[in-house]
């Protein structure tokens, strides 16, 4: 049955093998994370693995059986539930003493909660028998937090028949989701990330899982992560017209996250959040005139009024009190904590080495690359196993990976059937390409180097949690790659749960760097140094470049005034060095927007 998380943040989706367990070492606390699905070779390491930790019997998968990846995740999940179920019943029946894992349910809980402000009620009464009803009512009152699926929808990948035609129905986001739809997951929502997939979207209408039970009750959610209001209009009404509801919309900042980066066209955090907190009310009622009648076109029943739609929001939080601005003064109903919780080994899966590297990140050590196959730029830790091999291959004159898992293959170039660009195959051909090609020594050097950037991610991002727990995932290729947000460099320590989440709710402070600068001004940074790069990458401007330059400069203008009306009606702790580094960003920006106007 659908409950609600006691805790007003949630830890996001991390890479693929970062957080492929969280649930598992989190949701008995009560606490929401988040899975990625896309990697079903990792996931059937991960069955066996637990199989063999909850002492089932495990029968593989192979992926040579029909519907082979679907069934993995579907039993993956229904593996985990059973797990947590258990860790949940184990944790309500355990004994109130220090230590024990019912009193840090209760001890990691936000202080303004109704259910700690009951446990320390408990603690006072000294009549046995109203202590024995009350402990019984704080048992049956614990709820485990929820278990969360992510699904990148451009991870799209047609699988072919024996004849090489596509499957129907048989892509990898759409087999994820059916592996999803299809679990006995009941406290539940799925993620979808990285934009519109109508095909996915559409696949997504013949399902009841996603159905209404009543009003706000759902077994299944849908979840979008989105980076402005305009992506939750259009996306959140596609949906709706199909008869499924957007429960929430998950604000991840452009620039300021980890994994790969979808900038917007200058838009920043606080302007973003401002028009939900204005237009929240719009968008539901927005939704449900198109919701509604689709229900009842299907013979499903309608409902007087809109399900409710959360607004949370993630990307750079670093405080407690930048988590309490954006819930007091934007009203998001909560946060994700993503980066952070990389050096908390009791909710996510890091490896050692690459947690030691983590620990040890500088400012430089965390860069926006080519990494990606995808074509997006990927915020990437410097330093990781996986660049050494990546420049190893290319010292060895061998660039490029072999490509065996094939999920971000999408490169027709040189070949009928797509290809990924990090694969040794493409590269090959790519370099043969631009030594025949009639450019300059300077543009063949900044296309190779782009060339050779790029890393094989599916393997990368898996292979965490198969080196952490030495269980096999592929044979000779053991390289970790890592995703951390720019926040990273702002802890410099492994710490456990309950230290994050005193961090989070203000009762206390890990952070290694109290000087950094605030959350909405890191990412205004970023934002700068992102248009500065946009403009030295284009040799020959248009017209039309110079347009876009100028809009992108004015939204961050238009964010720093926001910004500076925010310290009149919100006190921040250092309200006058964020005014001053506000003041610098507008020099800048006004000096960049000057120069290219001169140009133009």
């Given at each position: 049955?659908?409950?609600?998380?006691?805790?007003?943040?949630?830890?996001?989706?991390?890479?693929?093998?970062?957080?492929?367990?969280?649930?598992?070492?989190?949701?008995?606390?009560?606490?929401?994370?988040?899975?990625?699905?896309?990697?079903?070779?990792?996931?059937?390491?991960?069955?066996?693995?637990?199989?063999?930790?909850?002492?089932?019997?495990?029968?593989?998968?192979?992926?040579?059986?029909?519907?082979?990846?679907?069934?993995?995740?579907?039993?993956?999940?229904?593996?985990?539930?059973?797990?947590?179920?258990?860790?949940?019943?184990?944790?309500?029946?355990?004994?109130?003493?220090?230590?024990?894992?019912?009193?840090?349910?209760?001890?990691?809980?936000?202080?303004?909660?109704?259910?700690?402000?009951?446990?320390?009620?408990?603690?006072?009464?000294?009549?046995?028998?109203?202590?024995?009803?009350?402990?019984?009512?704080?048992?049956?009152?614990?709820?485990?937090?929820?278990?969360?699926?992510?699904?990148?929808?451009?991870?799209?990948?047609?699988?072919?028949?024996?004849?090489?035609?596509?499957?129907?129905?048989?892509?990898?986001?759409?087999?994820?989701?059916?592996?999803?739809?299809?679990?006995?997951?009941?406290?539940?929502?799925?993620?979808?990330?990285?934009?519109?997939?109508?095909?996915?979207?559409?696949?997504?209408?013949?399902?009841?899982?996603?159905?209404?039970?009543?009003?706000?009750?759902?077994?299944?959610?849908v979840i979008i992560k989105v980076s402005d209001y305009r992506s939750a209009l259009i996306q959140g009404k596609y949906l709706a017209k199909k008869g499924i509801w957007v429960s929430e919309f998950r604000i991840e900042s452009g620039l300021n996250c980890g994994g790969h980066v979808f900038a917007t066209q200058g838009l920043l955090m606080g302007p973003i959040l401002q028009e939900f907190k204005e237009k929240k009310q719009e968008l539901q009622d927005s939704l449900f005139e198109l919701y509604n009648p689709a229900i009842k076109a299907k013979g499903k029943p309608s409902f007087g009024k809109p399900h409710p739609i959360r607004i949370t929001v993630q990307g750079g939080i670093g405080t407690s009190e930048e988590d309490t601005l954006l819930k007091k003064y934007y009203n998001v109903d909560g946060t994700g904590w993503g980066t952070p919780f990389l050096l908390c080994p009791e909710a996510t899966t890091v490896d050692e080495k690459t947690l030691e590297l983590l620990a040890k990140s500088k400012e430089n050590d965390v860069v926006r690359s080519k990494a990606s196959p995808l074509g997006v730029e990927f915020n990437y830790l410097r330093g990781t196993t996986a660049e050494t091999e990546r420049l190893n291959r290319i010292g060895k004159?061998?660039?490029?990976?072999?490509?065996?898992?094939?999920?971000?293959?999408?490169?027709?170039?040189?070949?009928?059937?797509?290809?990924?660009?990090?694969?040794?195959?493409?590269?090959?051909?790519?370099?043969?390409?631009?030594?025949?090609?009639?450019?300059?020594?300077?543009?063949?050097?900044?296309?190779?180097?782009?060339?050779?950037?790029?890393?094989?991610?599916?393997?990368?991002?898996?292979?965490?949690?198969?080196?952490?727990?030495?269980?096999?995932?592929?044979?000779?290729?053991?390289?970790?790659?890592?995703?951390?947000?720019?926040?990273?460099?702002?802890?410099?320590?492994?710490?456990?749960?309950?230290?994050?989440?005193?961090?989070?709710?203000?009762?206390?402070?890990?952070?290694?760097?109290?000087?950094?600068?605030?959350?909405?001004?890191?990412?205004?940074?970023?934002?700068?140094?992102?248009?500065?790069?946009?403009?030295?990458?284009?040799?020959?401007?248009?017209?039309?470049?110079?347009?876009?330059?100028?809009?992108?400069?004015?939204?961050?203008?238009?964010?720093?005034?926001?910004?500076?009306?925010?310290?009149?009606?919100?006190?921040?702790?250092?309200?006058?060095?964020?005014?001053?580094?506000?003041?610098?960003?507008?020099?800048?920006?006004?000096?960049?927007?000057?120069?290219?106007?001169?140009?133009?």
């Amino acid at each position: 049955m659908q409950t609600t998380s006691p805790h007003s943040f949630h830890i996001p989706v991390m890479g693929i093998a970062f957080t492929i367990d969280s649930p598992i070492k989190v949701a008995h606390f009560g606490i929401n994370s988040t899975l990625s699905i896309i990697e079903d070779n990792l996931i059937e390491v991960m069955r066996k693995y637990y199989y063999q930790q909850n002492n089932e019997p495990y029968v593989p998968i192979s992926e040579k059986e029909p519907d082979s990846r679907a069934r993995r995740i579907t039993d993956y999940l229904n593996l985990m539930q059973r797990i947590v179920t258990s860790k949940m019943e184990r944790l309500k029946h355990s004994a109130f003493e220090t230590g024990s894992d019912i009193v840090k349910y209760f001890e990691m809980l936000p202080d303004s909660s109704v259910l700690k402000e009951k446990y320390h009620e408990w603690f006072s009464l000294s009549d046995s028998t109203e202590k024995q009803n009350a402990e019984k009512l704080l048992r049956e009152s614990l709820v485990p937090g929820a278990i969360e699926v992510n699904i990148m929808t451009k991870v799209d990948k047609d699988q072919l028949d024996k004849n090489k035609e596509p499957i129907e129905n048989g892509s990898d986001a759409i087999t994820a989701l059916k592996g999803y739809a299809d679990c006995n997951l009941g406290n539940s929502a799925v993620v979808l990330s990285a934009g519109m997939n109508p095909r996915l979207y559409n696949y997504m209408e013949g399902f009841t899982a996603f159905d209404a039970y009543k009003l706000g009750g759902f077994y299944k959610k849908v979840i979008i992560k989105v980076s402005d209001y305009r992506s939750a209009l259009i996306q959140g009404k596609y949906l709706a017209k199909k008869g499924i509801w957007v429960s929430e919309f998950r604000i991840e900042s452009g620039l300021n996250c980890g994994g790969h980066v979808f900038a917007t066209q200058g838009l920043l955090m606080g302007p973003i959040l401002q028009e939900f907190k204005e237009k929240k009310q719009e968008l539901q009622d927005s939704l449900f005139e198109l919701y509604n009648p689709a229900i009842k076109a299907k013979g499903k029943p309608s409902f007087g009024k809109p399900h409710p739609i959360r607004i949370t929001v993630q990307g750079g939080i670093g405080t407690s009190e930048e988590d309490t601005l954006l819930k007091k003064y934007y009203n998001v109903d909560g946060t994700g904590w993503g980066t952070p919780f990389l050096l908390c080994p009791e909710a996510t899966t890091v490896d050692e080495k690459t947690l030691e590297l983590l620990a040890k990140s500088k400012e430089n050590d965390v860069v926006r690359s080519k990494a990606s196959p995808l074509g997006v730029e990927f915020n990437y830790l410097r330093g990781t196993t996986a660049e050494t091999e990546r420049l190893n291959r290319i010292g060895k004159d061998k660039p490029g990976s072999p490509c065996t898992e094939k999920l971000l293959e999408s490169n027709t170039e040189f070949t009928k059937t797509p290809i990924c660009t990090a694969s040794s195959k493409y590269q090959k051909l790519k370099l043969a390409q631009l030594k025949t090609l009639n450019i300059s020594k300077q543009d063949y050097d900044k296309q190779v180097e782009d060339v050779l950037s790029k890393e094989c991610l599916c393997i990368g991002l898996s292979n965490a949690a198969p080196a952490l727990y030495e269980v096999p995932f592929l044979k000779k290729l053991p390289a970790v790659t890592i995703c951390p947000g720019p926040n990273i460099i702002n802890f410099s320590k492994t710490t456990s749960l309950r230290e994050m989440t005193d961090h989070i709710y203000g009762r206390a402070d890990i952070m290694q760097k109290p000087n950094r600068a605030a959350l909405f001004v890191t990412e205004l940074r970023l934002y700068i140094d992102f248009l500065k790069k946009e403009i030295e990458g284009v040799t020959s401007p248009t017209v039309r470049d110079y347009k876009s330059w100028d809009k992108f400069s004015q939204n961050l203008l238009d964010g720093i005034e926001h910004y500076q009306n925010l310290t009149i009606n919100y006190i921040l702790e250092n309200a006058i060095k964020f005014k001053r580094e506000l003041d610098f960003a507008k020099v800048e920006i006004l000096k960049v927007r000057d120069s290219q106007l001169q140009l133009g």
